[in-house]
């Protein structure tokens, strides 16, 4: 693809943030149930907490996705990708500071096989200091023309891993930073 269209083909292929819908004010966060929608994700798992920046720091805009609501959740989009094309996903991955245990995992899945697994320390860290921390990770794609991409919770409780700013991009698989 040529700049404009690896442009075009970025920015539509998923919402960065989690800015919508938006959280009514003065709550600090709402809860999403399996089935409910967050822009174009869909909640998956028990439940997932959609957390304005009233509450904690966001990593770009003005709300973040704990992924375990009241238990352990999930978020999903399906978006369109090219047959035979690897694409890199990055993200912002931080973790609720109020409740134990101080270390959040999750996973990342493509078509419910797990690409890589992810956790954060929480510990030392607060509201206006979450520490949100670059992930990335790369998938092919072989005769697909879409992938459902998850991010899910692997943490007991409701306090989990918070993700934010998540952008896919195509790229050559040589090109393609390796991730680690």
Same mark, same amino acid.
């Given at each position: 693809?040529?700049?404009?269209?690896?442009?075009?083909?970025?920015?539509?292929?998923?919402?960065?943030?989690?800015?919508?819908?938006?959280?009514?004010?003065?709550?600090?966060?709402?809860?999403?149930?399996?089935?409910?929608?967050?822009?174009?994700?869909?909640?998956?798992?028990?439940?997932?907490?959609?957390?304005?920046?009233?509450?904690?720091?966001?990593?770009?805009?003005?709300?973040?996705?704990?992924?375990?609501?009241?238990?352990?959740?999930?978020?999903?989009?399906? /978006?369109? #990708?090219?047959?035979?094309? &690897?694409?890199?996903?990055? @993200?912002?991955?931080? $973790?609720? +500071?109020? *409740?134990?245990?101080?270390?959040?995992?999750?996973?990342?899945?493509?078509?419910?096989?797990? /690409?890589? #697994?992810?956790?954060?320390? &929480?510990?030392?860290?607060? @509201?206006?200091?979450? $520490?949100? +921390?670059? *992930?990335?990770?790369?998938?092919?794609?072989?005769?697909?023309?879409?992938?459902t991409l998850t991010f899910?919770?692997?943490?007991?409780?409701?306090a989990g891993p918070v993700?934010?700013?998540?952008?896919?991009?195509?790229?050559?698989?040589?090109?393609?930073?390796?991730?680690?």
């Amino acid at each position: 693809m040529d700049d404009a269209a690896t442009e075009k083909f970025t920015t539509g292929l998923l919402s960065g943030g989690f800015e919508t819908p938006a959280v009514p004010p003065p709550t600090p966060f709402t809860v999403h149930t399996a089935g409910q929608t967050l822009g174009p994700w869909t909640v998956g798992g028990d439940s997932v907490d959609l957390v304005s920046d009233r509450f904690w720091d966001a990593a770009g805009g003005h709300q973040s996705v704990d992924l375990s609501g009241n238990a352990p959740g999930s978020v999903s989009q399906t /978006v369109p #990708t090219l047959p035979l094309t &690897s694409y890199i996903v990055r @993200f912002k991955l931080a $973790g609720n +500071v109020a *409740q134990p245990p101080a270390v959040k995992k999750g996973e990342f899945r493509v078509n419910g096989a797990v /690409v890589r #697994t992810f956790s954060f320390d &929480s510990a030392g860290r607060g @509201f206006r200091d979450m $520490g949100y +921390v670059q *992930q990335t990770a790369v998938f092919t794609t072989l005769l697909h023309t879409s992938a459902t991409l998850t991010f899910a919770s692997t943490t007991p409780g409701y306090a989990g891993p918070v993700i934010d700013d998540v952008v896919v991009q195509s790229c050559l698989l040589v090109l393609c930073p390796p991730t680690g």
